[in-house]
């Protein structure tokens, strides 16, 4: 049987597993972020579903930006948990900004603002359609000052327009 490889679409759809709550072990590949959101080996933890991240993405207005800590404080907050897995949700982040590309090549409406998702401190996400360079165009777009730093693009001031969630 020929492998049909899965659309971004696909890879958004919500997985049967999930949301999921685990015990933060040392081994995760999200420890080091989960400690600095302030987990501790043995909290409670969330792996959300690809929905629930695009879902705060889209919630984002013109001239607002989000960061993935952000994103993972809301999703701690709403499952009454210590952290989120940053690791899945980056995943989930890039996922969603992949599926809003390849639907609007196909005609069909998304409203995904993916490009005001920053990276930690500020940095755009290389891994978004066409890169930090696309990401680049339409935050400047927006209004956006965004400043090279060594091999990366950062929003300098990005403190001063994030959204509340």
Same mark, same amino acid.
């Given at each position: 049987?020929?492998?049909?490889?899965? *659309?971004?679409?696909?890879?958004?759809?919500?997985?049967?597993?999930?949301?999921?709550?685990?015990?933060?072990? *040392?081994?995760?590949? #999200?420890?080091?972020?989960?400690?600095?959101?302030g987990a501790k080996e043995?909290?409670?933890?969330?792996?959300?579903?690809?929905?629930?991240?695009?879902?705060?993405?889209?919630?984002?207005?013109?001239?607002?930006?989000?960061?993935?800590?952000?994103?993972?404080?809301?999703l701690a907050r709403q499952?009454?948990?210590?952290? #989120?897995? *940053?690791?899945?949700?980056?995943?989930?982040?890039?996922?969603?900004?992949?599926?809003? @590309?390849?639907?609007?090549?196909?005609?069909?409406?998304?409203?995904?603002?993916?490009?005001?998702?920053?990276?930690?401190?500020?940095?755009?996400?290389?891994?978004?359609?066409?890169?930090?360079?696309?990401?680049?165009?339409?935050?400047? @777009?927006?209004?956006?000052?965004?400043?090279?730093?060594?091999?990366?693009?950062?929003?300098?001031?990005y403190e001063k327009h994030?959204?509340?969630?």
């Amino acid at each position: 049987m020929a492998y049909k490889k899965k *659309s971004w679409q696909d890879k958004m759809a919500d997985k049967d597993n999930f949301p999921k709550i685990l015990k933060l072990e *040392s081994k995760f590949p #999200c420890y080091r972020p989960a400690a600095k959101m302030g987990a501790k080996e043995g909290d409670d933890i969330v792996m959300a579903n690809p929905s629930e991240v695009e879902a705060i993405m889209k919630k984002i207005p013109r001239g607002k930006l989000i960061t993935i800590y952000q994103i993972c404080q809301k999703l701690a907050r709403q499952y009454k948990v210590a952290a #989120c897995c *940053s690791l899945t949700t980056g995943i989930f982040i890039m996922t969603a900004a992949n599926a809003a @590309e390849e639907m609007k090549k196909e005609g069909k409406k998304n409203d995904a603002p993916y490009w005001r998702t920053l990276k930690a401190d500020g940095y755009l996400n290389e891994k978004y359609p066409g890169g930090a360079n696309a990401q680049k165009k339409l935050l400047e @777009e927006e209004g956006h000052k965004v400043v090279r730093k060594g091999q990366k693009y950062r929003i300098p001031d990005y403190e001063k327009h994030l959204a509340k969630l």
